[in-house]
C-alpha cells in the first residue's frame, strides 16, 4: 500500500456503514480521501477521529443521483486536491417491493436506476479522465456491487434491486474492455458481498415491515459480514501488483444459505 501514499481516492456513500469503514481504512493508510453523501454530518465526525492518522478525510456534500452535482464535485477535487486516483462507487440502496405488485413505481425505480447504475457509470467515467488527463496509469476503479448481482434473490421485493445489481456485473467486464482497449493499465474491481451488518436492509425494507425484522432476527442466529470485511477487501485490491486484476470479490457470511 506504500504507493498509494498521499494519493487521492473519491468513496461515495461515505457516511455510514460499508463507505465510512472504507474512508476509516484508507485514511489509516495514508491516503487523501473525498468522502461524498447527502449528508457530511458522520463524515466530518469520522475525520475529525482521523486526524492522528496517516492520510486525510475530505467531507463533500453531493446528491448522486443529479449529474450536475457530480461534475462540480470533481471539479472541486481538481481544485482542491489535484484529482482522483482511486475511485470507489460504494453508494447504492435498495427500495422494497416486487416487480409486479401495487407497490412497484417508477419512481421507485428510477432511483435506484439513478445511483446505483448512472452515478456509478459517471463516477467512473470522470475518475478515468481526471487519471488520463494527469497522466496517471496505474488508478483504480472499484464497484461494491453485491452478491444479488450473481444470483436473483428468493425474495421478490428485492428483484428490482438485484436488476441493478446485474447491470454493475456487466459494467465491471464493460469498464475493464474499454480500458484495455484504452491502452491503460488503469484497473477496474468489483466486490459483491452477502449479508453485511449495516442499516441498509432495514432502511431497503422499511423499518416498520415484517421483512426487516425478519433480517434483524436473521442477524442473531448468523454472524454477518462487517463493513471492515469489505473495506479489507478494498485494501487487498489496492495491494495487489499492477500485473494483477482483480475482477470480482464474492464473499458471504459463513452461515448464509444462498
Given amino acids: 500500500m506504500d504507493r498509494w501514499v498521499g494519493r487521492v481516492a473519491l468513496v461515495t456513500g461515505a457516511s455510514v456503514g460499508i463507505g465510512a469503514a472504507i474512508c476509516r ?4 493508510c495514508g491516503l487523501v480521501v473525498v468522502g461524498c453523501a447527502r449528508n457530511v454530518e458522520k463524515i466530518r465526525k469520522l475525520g475529525e477521529g482521523l486526524e492522528s492518522a496517516k492520510g486525510k478525510l475530505h467531507a463533500y456534500q453531493c446528491d448522486l443521483s443529479k449529474e450536475e452535482e457530480i461534475l462540480t464535485m470533481f471539479e472541486w477535487i481538481k481544485s ?6 482511486v475511485c470507489i462507487n ?3 440502496f435498495g427500495d422494497y417491493g416486487t416487480l409486479l405488485g401495487p407497490e412497484a413505481t417508477v419512481s421507485g425505480w428510477k432511483s435506484m436506476l439513478d445511483v446505483n447504475v448512472i452515478a456509478l457509470c459517471l463516477c467512473t467515467k470522470e475518475a478515468v479522465n481526471s487519471m488520463r488527463e494527469r497522466g496517471v496509469d496505474d488508478g483504480q476503479i472499484i464497484h461494491i456491487s453485491s452478491l444479488s448481482g450473481h444470483r ?13 445489481k446485474f447491470c454493475v456485473r456487466s459494467l465491471t467486464e464493460g ?33 416498520t415491515s415484517s421483512n426487516a425484522q425478519s433480517i434483524t432476527d ?16 478494498v485494501v487487498y485490491i489496492l495491494s ?18 444462498t
Avoid: C, W
Fill in 25 to 28: 481504512k484508507l485514511v489509516e
Fill in 90 to 92: 460504494n453508494a447504492g
Fill in 175 to 207: 469498464h475493464r474492455q474499454e480500458l484495455r482497449e484504452l491502452k491503460t493499465n488503469i484497473r477496474v474491481a468489483a466486490i459483491s458481498p452477502g449479508f453485511v451488518e449495516t442499516d441498509f436492509f432495514v432502511n431497503a425494507l422499511h423499518s
Fill in 240 to 257: 495487489t501488483p499492477p500485473h494483477v486484476q482483480v475482477h470480482d470479490i464474492l464473499m458471504r457470511p459463513t452461515q448464509q444459505k
Fill in 152 to 164: 436473483v434473490p428468493i425474495s421478490p421485493g428485492n428483484h428490482f434491486y438485484s436488476a441493478t
Fill in 218 to 233: 436473521l442477524f442473531t442466529t448468523m454472524k454477518p459480514i462487517e463493513p471492515v470485511d469489505v473495506a479489507d477487501s
Fill in 80 to 85: 482542491n486536491v489535484g484529482g482522483v486516483d
